[in-house]
T-cell receptor, first 111, second 113 residues
Framework: GENVEQHPSTLSVQEGDSAVIKCTYS??????FPWYKQELGKRPQLIID?????GEKKDQRIAVTLNKTAKHFSLHITETQPEDSAVYFC??????????FGQGTELSVKP | DAGITQSPRHKVTETGTPVTLRCHQT?????MYWYRQDPGHGLRLIHY???????DKGEVSDGYSVSRSKTEDFLLTLESATSSQTSVYFC????????????FGPGTRLTVL
């Protein structure tokens, strides 16, 4: 079945630096790739997503890139701020809503 | 937050007891999901529903059952709770198959002693 690997599991950056989280997926039919942010004790919340017909998508300081050939996608956060500290999850699906999640990355932004 | 609530929010129970968790949504979303979240495993799908009385298994369904008698409610039952089912349980919904964005409920922290 579909598998999603996410790296790194923890990431520590200085405020103002960039952060990159990478995911690889196994199902070549996957066509939707969301990223969720989960603050401590809170629910996961969608921050950005990308569909397979698009190579890159940006929303202010965050961006996602997709390489279908290599079957990997990445989350880029620029000008990190302490409020970016959270656990980030990538996910993939071939449609119909059954998301397969990566293991999560705990991002720590140090002031 | 797509009008999703979960009850109870916290529960402590003993091994062997039955437990039912409730997810309630006010958005009239067709699809509903139950996930469990454990350290190092991300979110794993337990069961999902694609309509009233239509449910199917996810990747970690053993020991769990679900029911959906109304569009707005999706129940997760642990028939005989075990310590390995100690986890945080999240419900999620989305509107239709072509719209894959899922919205999550606030979660239920379940501890099985």
């Amino acid at each position: 079945g579909e598998n999603v690997e996410q790296h790194p599991s923890t990431l520590s950056v200085q405020e103002g630096d960039s952060a990159v989280i990478k995911c690889t997926y196994s199902d070549s039919a996957s066509n939707y790739f969301p990223w969720y942010k989960q603050e401590l004790g809170k629910r996961p919340q969608l921050i950005i997503d990308i569909r397979s017909n698009v190579g890159e998508k940006k929303d202010q300081r965050i961006a996602v890139t997709l390489n279908k050939t290599a079957k990997h996608f990445s989350l880029h956060i620029t000008e990190t701020q302490p409020e970016d500290s959270a656990v980030y999850f990538c996910a993939a699906t071939r449609g119909g809503g059954k998301l397969i999640f990566g293991q999560g990355t705990e991002l720590s932004v140090k002031p | 937050d797509a009008g999703i609530t979960q009850s109870p929010r916290h529960k402590v129970t003993e091994t062997g007891t039955p437990v039912t968790l409730r997810c309630h949504q006010t958005e009239n979303h067709r699809y509903m999901y139950w996930y469990r979240q454990d350290p190092g495993h991300g979110l794993r799908l337990i069961h999902y529903s694609y309509g009233v009385k239509d449910t199917d298994k996810g990747e970690v369904s053993d020991g769990y059952s679900v029911s959906r008698s109304k569009t707005e409610d999706f129940l997760l039952t642990l028939e005989s709770a075990t310590s390995s089912q100690t986890s945080v349980y999240f419900c999620a919904t989305h509107e239709q198959a072509s719209t894959d964005t899922q919205y999550f409920g606030p979660g239920t922290r379940l501890t099985v002693l």
